[in-house]
């Protein structure tokens, strides 16, 4: 069996390939699917299948265009309401990709037309690779809780949940090969483990959603503590079962004057490093670096069909952020502008270590805040500092003072760079971003808090 992981980290998303006897199958591709046709041409398979474990929230996939550039068939389970043809497959059905057998299992629980996908080589000292989708990550399970479950509660679908675990997957030998569609930082989990991969044996010792428990008590403890949901999974999820134009025919940005830009009537995405969009920027831009989980966040804060135009370095980062907001179905890109040859006053948000910080945050009248997740925050956090999470910010913000110095840290500086910008487009006189964030903050020594919560749970 030929075997491949594609690991995309701005949206936690593993997709894969495997090979044998000139065939290929490709599962769960991401939506710019070049990489894919490389890889077949490399090992000399052709194309057979692109299979999609379910249609899925945090992403738009490239099943429709890579099975019209390859003749592959697209497959899913048959209870996914597809608008192109597809193969549908249900529980115990098989397919063939050379000598290897793909053999699938219905199971729901995150949606409700969820598959996962055993696959066994001739080879039988090879372990067998078990692709489990959203239903069981590394460390973690799928949230029941997402839209593309129109019918079901979540209750319902913890329990669909607990009976394709303890059913379907966990009958099988410790030693098989566990390769789940995401690791930690999506938002289908809420503990997802950087590792990228796993075996079953390892995941029954540490995942907490495999320990021994009753249904009940296993749909309480995956319902809850979930993070938001971002309104644009839902519209991904659907024009993942509609189908979504190939890339190369979305329509290119175009570059903007300063004049254009300045009167953007949209979202100015300024792509750059938190420092750099510190010493700099665009009035009114939101600072999404590149650098981070970006497409994550920029469909996560910009709704979906909002103009938009990009502030850049150079040209390569102009094209990397159409790409991605292409994966999250942000298809409205209008137009450009380099930030050397932008001609306005440029506006500054100042940078202040950690150091710095403690000290002027004891002044009279500043604010405090930490963006990071809830779960994040009480677990450890800069004292003093009050927690509005960075995706509920824009609703929340009224618990802040726009005319008080405001000091904004995450873990590492990348989202509170993301924040000031929102503060700032609010109208906030006085706004720093904390460079190094929480962890910076914690290996200086500073004094520190944890909530009664996050200790009992530890």
């Known amino acids: 069996m030929k075997f491949k992981q594609f690991y995309l980290g701005c949206l936690a998303h593993a997709s894969y390939y495997i090979g044998s006897d000139g065939e290929a199958a490709i599962i769960d591709p991401q939506r710019d699917v070049q990489q894919y046709i490389d890889e077949a041409e490399a090992n000399g398979d052709k194309i057979k299948y692109v299979i999609e474990t379910h249609s899925h929230a945090d992403f738009v996939s490239g099943h429709i265009e890579l099975a019209e550039k390859t003749g ?16 549908k497959v249900a529980d115990g059905d098989t397919l063939s990709v050379g000598s290897v057998e793909l053999k699938f299992l219905e199971t729901p629980g995150h949606t409700p037309e969820g598959i996962t996908i055993v696959a066994r080589s001739e080879d039988e000292q090879e372990p067998i690779k078990m692709f489990t989708g959203d239903t069981l990550f590394i460390g973690d399970v799928g949230r029941p809780d997402l839209i593309g479950s129109k019918g079901f509660t979540a209750e319902e679908m913890g329990g669909m949940l607990y009976d394709s675990l303890h059913e379907k997957i966990l009958p099988y030998p410790d030693e098989t090969e566990i390769y789940p569609a995401h690791g930690a930082g999506s938002l289908c989990g809420k503990s997802l483990s950087k590792e990228t991969w796993s075996t079953l044996g390892e995941q029954r010792k540490f995942n907490y959603a495999l320990k021994p428990m009753s249904k009940d008590e296993f749909i309480k403890v ?122 306005s006053e440029k506006k500054v948000v100042e940078q202040v270590s950690v150091d ?59 989202r509170s760079s993301v924040a000031t910008s929102m503060l700032e487009n609010a109208g906030f006189d006085s706004v720093f971003n904390v460079t190094g964030g929480t962890k910076a903050w914690m290996d200086a020594g500073l004094d520190t808090e944890v909530t009664a919560t996050a200790c009992a749970a530890s």
């Open 356 to 414: 710095d910080v403690r000290r002027l945050t004891e002044s009279k009248g500043a604010q405090f805040v930490d963006v990071r997740r809830p779960a994040e925050h009480n677990n450890g956090h800069a004292a003093g500092t009050v927690n509005l999470p960075l995706d509920r910010l824009t609703r929340e913000i009224d618990q802040l003072d726009a005319a008080k110095p405001t000091y904004v840290i995450c873990q590492s500086g990348y």
């Open 222 to 343: 995956v319902a809850s503590d979930q993070p938001e949901v971002p309104a644009y999974f839902p519209l991904s999820a659907a024009q993942n079962l509609s189908g979504s134009s190939s890339l190369e025919d979305l329509e290119k940005p175009r570059q903007l004057t300063t004049r254009e830009i300045d009167n953007f009537d949209g979202v100015v995405i300024d792509v750059r490093q938190n420092t750099e969009y510190g010493a700099g920027h665009v009035l009114n831009s939101i600072n999404i670096g590149l650098g981070g989980q970006f497409a994550s966040w920029a469909g996560t804060l910009i709704t979906i069909g909002t103009p938009v135009a990009i502030v850049a370095e150079n040209q390569e980062q102009v094209d990397e952020c159409f790409m991605r907001l292409a994966r999250v179905g942000i298809e409205t890109v209008k137009g450009y502008s380099l930030i050397a040859d932008y001609e």
């Open 72 to 87: 592959a068939e697209i497959v899913f389970g048959h209870r996914a309401n597809t608008q192109f043809p597809t193969h």
